[in-house]
């Protein structure tokens, strides 16, 4: 697949006329939870048939959001006490525009090879947080490639962002801009750590080992990354979560509600991926579920917060009794193990971060084999999207992404 770089800049935030330019001295402190996440770039690719705006039109708008999402127009520094920061220098933003001679159609479907990383901007060796890339084709379609740095934006943040960029595309209001307040994460005094995050979100630091999630970013020639793409109706996913609510007991103090479709559809697909790796016996499987901490804590962090407020769940069972058990089973575990991460864990992991002692690195950062569950619920741009979005080929592990369909199915 060849694919023809026209030109490559940067660009940096447009402050319309009644916007004052702020000082590009600001800066905004790293969390505890950007630092607990991964230290690189996450790809995104989304297509989008015509009509779409001009490359023209998609830079002002991307340069007049970069006006309020500031973050990703700066770059990584560090703070007098050795801390990462992010400094507000508005620097910008990598922008980069492309052209393929022929119809989009023509690749698809797309599957993760070294072809699909020449639609997303480079991932390693990157000073830019933010990247993007739009190749046109000659049948008018627009593939948007698009790299953020992870420890900066979580995936809501990034996708209220992309929202908010298709709207200025769009000559729309962006809607309620960013918030950067970090005393939401303000440590108790004195701590009160409740739960165990040694093995869970830390892991001793090892000396030798020199964690690059990106180093395999190009597949070798044996190498086979096997993708499948499945559609689940609404009446099967409502079908589905029936069966996997039929469990539930009903009292006055807890009047049956089923589980939700997420949790439902999570559990059928642990269950048939266990079954197709082969897994037996007393051999223990799990999940990793990324929990949004936004609503989870006390008092809320407001939807607006941009950066990083993810925790895991990790669900674990014996692959036998995952296998023997009913479906119900595995939804009780799912659901029981994103339920406790609420707003006592995400405090106690606070306190834990802020005042543990000792070479403790994020294990998130070190996880090698795992079965690992995205949701995503919004649309970015809204353009016309073809149906297609993917990430780029840089994880080595099981990869399972949930993407609402306009019809409420999966």
Known sequence: MEIKIESSKLIKPFYEDDTTPLPTSDHVPFTVFDTVTFDAHIALIYAYRPPVPSNAEIELGLRKVLAKYRTLAGRIDENEKGERIVLLNDKGSRFIEASADFNFDQIMPLTPSPDILSLHPPLKGVEELMQVQLTRFSCGSLVVGFSSHHQVADGYSTSRFLVAWGRACRGLDIGAPPIYDRSFFTPRNPPIIEFEHKGAEYTIKKD????????????????????????????????????????????????????????????????????????????KTSVRI????????????????????????????????????????????IHDAIVNVNNDYFRSFIDFSKSKRGPWASLIKEVKEQQTIDGERDRPMGFNLQGFRTKGCAEKWERTHLCLDGDGGV
């Open 290 to 333: 990324a929990v949004n901490g936004r609503r989870r804590l006390k008092p809320r962090v407001p939807d607006e917060y941009f950066g990083n407020v993810v925790l895991w769940a990790f669900p674990t069972a014996r692959a036998k009794d995952l296998l023997n058990q009913p479906l119900q089973y595995a939804t009780k575990i």
């Open 208 to 283: 030798d080992i020199n964690y690059d999630h990106h180093k395999n970013d190009t597949l070798g020639a044996e190498e086979v990354v096997v993708v499948q793409k499945f559609h689940f109706t609404l009446n099967f996913l409502n079908k589905l979560r029936s069966k996997a609510s039929s469990s539930i007991e009903s009292t006055n103090e807890n009047p049956n509600k089923p589980y939700s479709k997420f949790v439902s559809l999570l559990a059928h697909l642990w269950r048939a991926i266990t079954r197709a790796r082969g897994l037996t016996g007393v051999q």
